[in-house]
């Protein structure tokens, strides 16, 4: 019979913290503490997870939210559940997990209508935190949301101006480091689909491009530059209009894996082969790039590394209630995998001079 059953009747019990801190050897304040999420040493973290394991611990999670004041939720708030955003998902409920909390998703689908209901939604269900893609569309409510406690924090668009926490990645670094191959091997004529350039993600990734391009001192040719607005769709038919200019691009960047596939479907359409006939680069690596003929040329983003570090700071901010503490903003690396989509322009000078 298991440590959590009851001699007498028969019965399973539940497993307390004391047994739990009996089975991983440490204090019962230190497993006090991984349950809501505070800092905990690796060592006893490990041998924390082990015991709850081993014993089936099961937190009183109503118990503890009226002992705290807390609900031990939080609200994940996204415009849709794509090859980005799911991932981040996915790694921020394990993360959440592990210190004792369930996240509540809504899938706002960008329409004004959709996030103040969203917004209704974690209001009523009285979320300890709110994580969201950044907004500036919806600042009052914000506001009220951190004036009555629930912290807010951004990510994946960093829209300046309000007092919340942001856990961003490198966007116009990153994208200066992808153009910047492309002209490393050769390239000037160098297209970009865009995503919403007045957005701030959108933003920063058309600025890395502007930045590499104006480096090498090659003006941005405006027909160059499509805002397709994160869509395939756009992308699609965008494409179109590129490879229809008089001087068609010999390179594409792609502000994200959206716009990748769309340009990449019309091209296979039209017979046309990456990097045979067209370089390409996407901004956010996704599965799908790495099972095309050459694969594709990508940045990408930590999405772990995102989710670890937002669970972090929602951990110090909760464990802080009642302090004041400057917004925090972290901003992750990202790599730039190297495929086959990109290959060397060979130049009619390069070959007369054979």
């Known amino acids: 019979m298991s440590d959590s059953d009851d001699t007498e009747s028969g019965r399973r019990r539940h497993a307390t913290i004391v047994e739990v801190a009996d089975r991983a050897g440490v204090a019962i304040g230190t497993v006090s503490r991984y349950l809501n999420g505070h800092p905990v040493r690796r060592g006893n973290r490990e041998q924390i997870e082990q015991a709850i394991g081993q014993l089936g611990y099961r937190r009183n999670a109503i118990a503890a ?9 939080v609200g994940f708030m996204v415009p849709s559940l794509s090859e980005f955003h799911a991932p981040v998902l996915e790694h921020l409920s394990r993360a959440m997990r592990r210190v004792g909390r369930a996240l509540l998703t809504y899938c706002h689908d960008a329409n004004p209508a959709s996030i103040a209901d969203a917004l209704d939604f974690f209001v009523t269900h009285r979320v ?18 951190i004036g009555n406690g629930t912290p807010v924090i951004f990510y994946d668009n960093g829209w300046p101006g309000l007092p919340v926490d942001r856990v961003l990645v490198e966007n116009r670094a990153a994208s200066f480091r992808a153009v910047t191959h492309l002209l490393d091997i050769g390239h000037s004529r160098i297209a970009v689909l865009t995503g919403n350039i007045g957005d701030w993600t959108g933003g920063e990734r058309f600025e890395g491009y502007r930045q590499a391009l104006l480096g090498r001192g090659i003006e941005i040719n405006p027909d ?10 756009e992308a699609y038919s965008g494409m179109l209009r590129l490879l229809s200019l008089p001087e068609p691009p010999t ?6 894996y959206n716009m990748a596939v769309g340009a990449l479907r019309l091209l296979r359409e039209h017979g046309l082969k990456v990097p045979d006939d067209i370089s390409l680069v996407s901004f956010d690596d996704v599965p799908l790039f790495q099972l095309h003929d050459t694969g594709i040329t990508a940045v990408a983003q930590p999405v772990a590394k995102i989710a670890e570090t937002i669970t972090s700071i929602m951990a110090s901010r909760l464990s802080d209630r009642g302090l004041s503490h400057a917004p925090h903003t972290i901003t992750l690396n990202c790599d730039i995998i190297l495929r086959g989509s990109t290959r060397r322009l060979i130049t009619p000078q390069a070959l007369g001079s054979r």
Do not use: F, P, Q
Request: aromatic fraction near 10%; hydrophobic fraction near 35%.
């Open 128 to 145: 300890d935190c709110l994580i969201m893609d950044g907004r500036n569309d919806v600042d009052e409510r914000i506001l009220e949301l």
């Open 65 to 73: 939210a009226m002992k705290a004041d807390l609900t031990n939720t």
């Open 251 to 256: 390179a594409l960047y792609c502000c994200n």
């Open 224 to 233: 160059y530059v499509l805002d397709s607005h994160w869509y395939e769709t």
